[in-house]
């Protein structure tokens, strides 16, 4: 796991919207500038069109937006949160300029399909076609290639060079060789004709026109780059739908009467009404009410959770049953669903190792092109190849080198993973998560919460020979109902649910260490340790005996009853194994983990656990203290283990921020969360497989990615450098490439929990 450096006290955050961005060489040279200022730690997403900044007080936000817009881009200061639903104008303004790049590339479209047609049918080349190509190319040229032409002059003007450069280089080059041609060649001339050809020949070019390359390259990059916006938004909208699943409005009590107002509004402390069908305004804790809320928009889990008063509940969360009044506990940026969405943006804008390395090479690669464009250029010149020939061979290698699927690889496969966990419940903090999720080999579990449910349970009631069952139940669970012990709890519950109402007790006193003395029924009933009831000359039966012991030996807790001078039965508790454990673990053996189960329990208990859910013996750490989590994670790992592990108490923190890969239970403690590199919004250990699951499908889509961008620029330069490649099918390439990128990244859409 990373750590913030020490200093980082001492500095400020700030993340700003880019504009004007074109390709990753454009990210890469905002975050070297900005990097170049004293005291700043910028990363630049091109996907996100986001730059995360860290800098020290000495430097100023009009600082930071000055280098960028010095640098030949734009930069907005953040702007307040604004609810979700109120109008905020992100969606609008991209939409805006989706758009008009959707407008600019169909009139391109229009244009340039009668002069690539022109071009590859000789038969229709009548008389003066040349001069209609023309005519119809350089509204293309110059109107639809405009934006690539300014962010040349851009990057000239700063001594820098992106894949605009070539762009622009590459079709002001055909057209600019085609007007020669055209007024100073032959190429004007009436009843001028040439066929079409995919290779390059060795012929005089002051006959030869290339106005299909100009208007044919700038229409398919101009439709790649429209298709990877419009995909980069749907990787996006993950994001997006998240941050409106807030309720709109709420009903508040305000004197004792409901008044409707904006959810915004909402402060903490306020009391509101959430009727059936409603959605909870805010985090908050039941006052008053009874209902099952399904919460499977945030956590993914379709089954209801029964709350009443004192229950927590999640803003955005859906009241599926009786009217709830709730009182606001976090609102605004404080609510669960703000955070998730906060996670969820925070790791879109960070960067893995394998997008630095893409950076690296982006950075590098325009410089390098251009030399092997000039060096072909030179090359066919000094063989004795033609100008025309020498010409186009060089255009080519500039247009199928624009390696734009590089700079896409990395974030769009970022954008969806990390968009389609939040929708499943799985909130993964940073890209470099998932380069840890492909090495981990062992997953340390923690028992209690995370393999279990954290709470004491009525598991058994056995009645002494000749008793019935169910009286020493409701005797039991009546007597417990005045003590505030867990145990005490557990049987009571267990009580009510299995018998419904039980009588009253009076005579409560509760013997700490020991167990409670009641009157129920009007017997004198004692409830508590076996020595308990002996001290009262209550002894047990061998029947009785057999069963604690049975008991004890499965890990579980056992209290004794008696009443009348007898012992009358005896209870077991214990902290059940949720019901899905057992098929977690046999997710992650086929993951090619090792479980091992970490608890502060006794052994007994800790091997009964085991055995339900399948755990090895060996694989089992009990009697652990808080403070030695962490060790037990030390130890494997100097035994040349990887370790993941998931836990969710806040003596669990240390552990997690230990491990290699640390998962944290979105049911537990804020700090087990805060120190954990994946939350699972859902209490189900399922999560976990789900979650490495997913990590490492958005891995592989990531280096398949890279791979397919490489591999199209590696194995198509030289055949354009061979001049076996036209520039037309180079630029078609070339934009194939970024939409196929993007495209193999939405397949990470249809990632599926496994239920």
């Known amino acids: 796991m990373t750590t913030a450096p020490s200093s980082a006290a001492a500095t400020e955050k700030v993340e700003l919207q880019i504009g004007g961005m ?58 307040p949160d604004k609810p979700a639903g109120t109008g905020d104008d992100e969606p609008t303004r991209e939409e805006r300029a989706l758009a008009a790049l959707r407008t600019r590339t169909l009139v391109s479209a229009l244009l340039a399909v009668p002069v690539i047609v022109l071009a590859m ?25 405009w934006p690539f032409h300014v962010a040349a002059w851009k990057n ?13 280089v590459g079709t002001l080059a055909a057209f600019g060789w085609s007007l020669y041609a055209l007024f100073l060649g032959t190429a004007g001339e009436a009843g001028m004709t040439h066929p079409f050809s995919l290779t390059v020949e060795r012929a005089s070019g002051t006959g030869n026109v290339y106005l299909e390359v100009a208007a044919g390259v700038t229409t398919f990059i101009l439709a790649g780059r429209y298709f990877e916006h ?66 499977s928009l945030l956590t993914g889990e379709s089954v209801p959770v029964e709350v009443g008063p004192g229950d927590a509940v999640t803003g955005a969360t859906v009241n599926a049953g009786g009217r709830l009044v709730v009182r606001a506990t976090r609102v605004g940026a404080d609510t669960q669903l703000a955070q998730m969405a906060r996670l969820v943006e925070d790791a879109q804008n960070g960067k893995a190792e394998v997008q630095r390395l893409a950076d690296r090479v982006s950075a590098i690669f325009v410089p390098v092109v251009i030399a092997l464009a000039v060096a072909t250029l030179g090359f066919w010149l000094g063989t004795g190849g033609t100008v025309a020939a020498a010409f186009t061979a060089a255009v080519a290698v500039l ?22 966990g939040a929708q499943l419940g799985i909130l993964i903090k940073g890209p470099e998560v998932l380069e840890s999720t492909h090495r981990i080999d062992t997953i340390v ?60 007790a009076s005579g409560f006193a509760n013997l700490a260490g020991l167990g409670v003395r009641a009157t129920v029924d009007g017997h004198e009933v004692l409830i508590g340790r076996p020595a308990f009831l002996a001290e009262h000359d209550m002894t047990q039966p061998e029947d009785l005996l057999a069963a604690r012991d049975a008991a004890e030996a499965e890990g579980r807790t056992v209290v004794a009853i008696g009443w009348g001078g007898r012992a009358r039965g005896v209870l077991a508790v214990a902290d059940t194994v949720k019901p899905t454990s057992a098929e977690a673990i046999g997710q ?33 750490i009990a009697d652990v203290l808080p403070a030695d989590k962490v060790d037990v994670v030390k130890r494997l790992q100097a035994q040349g283990k990887v370790v993941a592990m998931v836990g969710d108490g806040v003596n669990d923190a240390a552990a997690l921020a230990q491990a290699d890969l640390g998962l944290a239970m979105g049911t537990g403690a804020d700090v087990a969360i805060e120190a954990s590199d994946l939350t699972l919004v859902r209490g189900d250990l399922r999560a976990a497989a789900d979650a490495i699951r997913l990590s490492r499908a958005t891995l592989r889509t990531i280096k398949g990615n890279l791979f397919w961008a490489f591999a199209y620029n590696l194995a198509a330069l030289p055949l354009a450098a061979t001049g076996l490649l036209n520039p037309m099918i180079a630029g078609a390439a070339m934009a194939f490439s970024s939409v196929f990128v993007v495209s193999n990244s939405l397949r990470l859409r249809g990632f599926k929990a496994t239920r």
């Open 588 to 620: 992650l053996r086929a993951l090619g983990l090792r479980p091992v189960l970490l608890t502060g329990d006794n052994a007994t208990v800790a091997a009964a656990v085991a055995r339900t859910i399948d755990i090895d013996p060996s694989d089992v």
């Open 156 to 168: 000239l003007r700063n001594a820098a060079a992106t894949m605009d450069t070539l762009v622009s």
């Open 445 to 504: 579990l923690d028992k209690t919460g995370t393999v279990t449910t954290g709470h004491m349970s009525l598991i058994e009631v056995i009645a002494a020979e000749g008793e019935d069952h169910d009286a020493v139940l409701r005797l039991a669970g009546a007597a417990e109902s005045g003590s505030e012990h867990p145990i005490a709890h557990a049987i009571t519950r267990g009580a009510t649910e299995r018998l419904g109402d039980l009588p009253a």
């Open 121 to 145: 049918v000789p038969a229709w080349q009548f008389t003066y076609w040349q001069w209609a190509s023309l005519a119809l190319a350089a509204p293309v040229v110059v109107w639809g290639a």
């Open 230 to 295: 419009r995909a980069k938004r749907r990787a996006g909208s993950a994001l997006r739908a998240l941050l409106e699943l807030g309720a709109k409005d709420v009903a508040v009590l305000r004197d004792g009467r409901e008044t409707r107002i904006p959810a915004e509004q909402l402060a903490v402390g306020d009391e509101f009404v959430v009727r059936p069908g409603e959605k909870i305004a805010t985090d908050g804790i039941v006052t008053d009410g009874t209902s099952a809320v399904d919460a």
């Open 399 to 420: 247009i199928i080198a624009c390696p734009c699927a590089l700079g896409l690889a990395t974030p769009t496969a970022l954008l969806v993973g990390t968009g389609r």
């Open 22 to 79: 074109t390709c990753a060489s454009c990210a890469a040279r905002i975050e070297k500038k900005l990097n170049r200022l004293g005291g700043v730690t910028a990363s630049v997403n091109y996907a996100t069109e986001k730059a995360k900044i860290q800098f020290s007080p000495q430097i100023t936000l009009a600082d930071l937006i000055a280098t960028v817009e010095k640098t030949g881009y734009t930069a907005e200061a953040p702007q």
